[in-house]
Antibody, heavy 125, light 107 residues
Framework: EVQLVESGGGLVEAGGSLRLACAVS????????MNWVRQAPGKGLEWVGR??????????DYAAPVKGRFTISRDDSKNTLYLQMNSLRTEDTAVYYC????????????????WGKGTTVTVSS | DIQMTQSPSSLSASVGDRVTITCRAS??????LNWYQQKPGKAPKLLIY???TLQSGVPSRFSGSGSGTDFTLTISSLQPEDFATYYC?????????FGPGTKVDIK
């Protein structure tokens, strides 16, 4: 069974740091491109960033609100995706989801087909 | 950045109704458009990718159409389990922006 399980959420003061993890099972993580998406309380979905597979270069890309503060990394030996969050702000309060970023063979149509259940980050002032 | 809008922001419908949700991009995104369904307290679920391709396991009452800047998600006969919020999302360019969502609730 394909499964993504996030952990590491919690309460942190503004300016602090937190590292989220996403444990992956049921598919070849090393070949997967992965995303983080967040959802503030009562709000819509916001893409945070993505990381390519190491074989495709391991490139990362971030949304403007988190660029320079958040870092996505991966440990393929542990089948785990990470989101290091520094200089946290109250507006970073959200449920954070990790997702796969998949495209069919010979296609550039990327979509988020597998999602974890999310982990909640609360940043207090 | 590519901005995504959805209309309506919410709608009330009855079981068996045909429901249509519209998504518009601020510039052409060809067919790089995905639709997700989210129920309260749950993670989103992929319904449709590449504007019109049904994800495996998704009921055939869901369909998507459109290209360029205008897209539609249609539920042909609304079922009780379809009451949820629906989001469109473009994957044409970074950042991968989502629409604000359309909440479908019971009339």
């Amino acid at each position: 069974e394909v499964q993504l399980v996030e952990s590491g959420g919690g309460l942190v003061e503004a300016g602090g740091s937190l590292r989220l993890a996403c444990a992956v099972s049921g598919f070849s993580f090393s070949n997967a491109w992965m995303n983080w998406v967040r959802q503030a309380p009562g709000k819509g979905l916001e893409w945070v960033g993505r990381i390519e597979s190491e074989s495709d270069g391991g490139t990362t890309d971030y949304a403007a609100p988190v660029k320079g503060r958040f870092t996505i990394s991966r440990d393929d030996s542990k089948n785990t995706l990470y989101l290091q969050m520094n200089s946290l702000r109250t507006e970073d309060t959200a449920v954070y989801y990790c997702t796969t970023l998949t495209n069919p063979p010979d296609s550039y149509y990327y979509f988020m087909d597998v999602w974890g259940k999310g982990t909640t980050v609360t940043v207090s002032s | 950045d590519i901005q995504m809008t959805q209309s309506p922001s919410s709608l009330s419908a009855s079981v068996g109704d045909r429901v249509t949700i519209t998504c518009r991009a601020s510039q052409t995104i060809r067919s790089y458009l995905n639709w997700y369904q989210q129920k309260p307290g749950k993670a989103p679920k992929l319904l449709i990718y590449a504007a019109s391709t049904l994800q495996s396991g998704v009921p055939s009452r869901f369909s998507g159409s459109g290209s360029g800047t205008d897209f539609t998600l249609t539920i042909s006969s609304l079922q009780p389990e379809d009451f949820a919020t629906y989001y469109c999302q473009q994957s044409y360019g970074s950042p991968f922006t989502f629409g604000p969502g359309t909440k479908v609730d019971i009339k």
